[in-house]
């Protein structure tokens, strides 16, 4: 499959079967999409023999692989969710300000072990495990979080496993016995900071009412500069409050952070959910941001933007793409009195239990339904010019507005493409740069 866009000025050639990215001038790109008018019998025979070299190289509509998805009975990591309450209370919250519909409760340290002993004893051959403290606000019970982390160690050397940690924290209770203990054990931080003040303050705020930016940026900021070069990622959220969410992503940067993350909203709230109409002014935002984005790394003052961050020459093998994120299958969530669920984002839904761990036992099921689940079970994506990069998309997000894990999501879709296309200019500015 070749797909044509442009961006701006410019206009490039997508083939998904190579991976390859091209720059083409209009009248090609206008003949490639079906358009001859205006275009002469002499150039029209110099696109074709441009695009006769690009086949012969194995760089235009190269058939696309069948590759059988990289799918195992081992499981590889699970999400602890060490806390089931929080100190903020933000609008947004898909997990219902923290109780997930839900009673506020901890995970026991006892829990938390039995989860470490389950991870273990299911991950087969597998020597490089991952757990992610998650909530809530999982700083909430910090004291497990430690002793999970020494009890995985321990218990893993044994076996001759590994484990890598990661954290998803809002900030406010960091200080520098936490900060030490993230930057020491976790392989990757994840902040939670939307942008501006009003912008933040408007949906995140504390129990008692209260914006909480300026009870967490200066945390933030002092994380971030002990970090040094380790991995995290300062996230933001924008909703239809802030649909101008390119000046947030910058304001980010201004702070320091050079590893940013900024997500559509999640929500049916109606003042703050995204809808249809609201597509062009994302689509607007997300090029005033590539375009900023490719002024400052110009200037050296680049920075890290999660979605512009595609690798069309490496990455993930196309097996591991065509697999999606392994949720249901070879990836679990465990709540606080230890019952497993696909991922995150079906925690607390009662149809989506899939067991517990103290019983050490996996709904066969319901994971034969996310092992069999992959890129060609999406029938929408066969003709989807994003399918081999997004791998279709969240199964949670599917089911929670389309009622069934293989439909994606139409609007999830549209700006995953926007954002693709950024990121392929920016490749393709950058390697100009090069010549």
């Known amino acids: 499959m070749v797909h044509v866009f442009a961006y701006r000025d410019k206009r490039y050639i997508y083939d998904t079967g190579s991976g390859s990215l091209h720059e083409c001038d209009e009248k090609t790109a206008r003949y490639l999409s079906g358009d001859s008018s205006e275009i002469t019998d002499e150039e029209i025979r110099g696109i ?6 690009l086949r012969e190289e194995g760089l235009f509509e190269k058939e696309e692989t069948s590759v059988r998805p990289v799918k195992s009975g081992e499981i590889k990591a699970l999400c602890l969710h060490v806390s089931h309450d929080c100190n903020l209370r933000c609008r947004y919250c898909f997990a219902d300000e923290g109780a997930y519909h839900s009673v506020r409760e901890v995970m026991t340290r006892e829990t938390a072990r039995a989860a470490i002993d389950f991870l273990l004893r299911e991950s087969g051959s597998r020597k490089v495990l991952e757990v992610d403290f998650f909530g809530g606000e999982p700083l909430m019970n910090f004291d497990v979080v430690k002793d ?10 044994k076996l001759g496993k590994r484990f890598l940690f ?3 924290t809002n900030g406010l209770l960091l200080d520098d016995e936490t900060i030490s203990f993230l930057n020491e054990e976790m392989e990757n931080v994840v902040l939670s900071l939307d942008g501006r003040r009003e912008v933040h303050d408007a949906v995140r705020k504390t129990i008692s009412g209260k914006g909480s930016f300026d009870a967490v940026i200066e945390k933030i900021k002092k994380f971030v500069r002990v970090r040094g070069d380790k991995h995290y990622y300062v996230r933001g959220t924008f909703t239809a409050k802030n649909l101008d969410f390119s000046q947030d992503v910058l304001f980010l940067a201004d702070q320091g952070f050079d590893s940013i993350s900024m997500e559509p909203v999640v929500t049916d709230i109606p003042d703050l959910q995204i809808r249809r109409e609201h597509l062009p002014i994302i689509e607007k ?8 984005f490719l002024r400052r790394e110009e200037r050296g003052e680049g920075f890290g933007f999660f979605h512009f961050n595609i690798d069309l020459e490496g990455g993930p093998c196309l097996q591991k793409r065509v697999s999606a994120c392994g949720a249901g299958n070879e990836y679990f969530s465990v709540v606080p009195n230890g019952d497993l669920y696909p991922c995150h984002q079906f925690a607390g839904d009662a149809k989506w239990k899939m067991g517990n761990v103290s019983e050490g036992r996996i709904d066969g099921a319901l994971r034969a339904k996310f092992a069999e689940s992959c890129l060609f079970t999406r029938k929408k994506c066969g003709d989807c010019f994003a399918k081999f990069i997004c791998s279709g998309g ?12 293989e439909e994606p999501y139409e609007m999830t879709c549209a700006m995953m493409k926007k954002r693709i296309e950024c990121a392929m200019h920016i490749l393709a500015e950058r390697k100009c740069r090069e010549k």
């Open 48 to 53: 074709l023999a441009e695009v006769g070299r």
């Open 148 to 157: 999970t982390v020494r009890y995985a160690k321990e218990e893993g050397a």
């Open 166 to 168: 990661t954290t998803t």
């Open 285 to 292: 935002e997300y090029e005033l941001l590539c375009e900023e």
């Open 394 to 405: 969240c199964s949670a997000n599917n089911y929670h507005y389309n009622g069934d894990i």
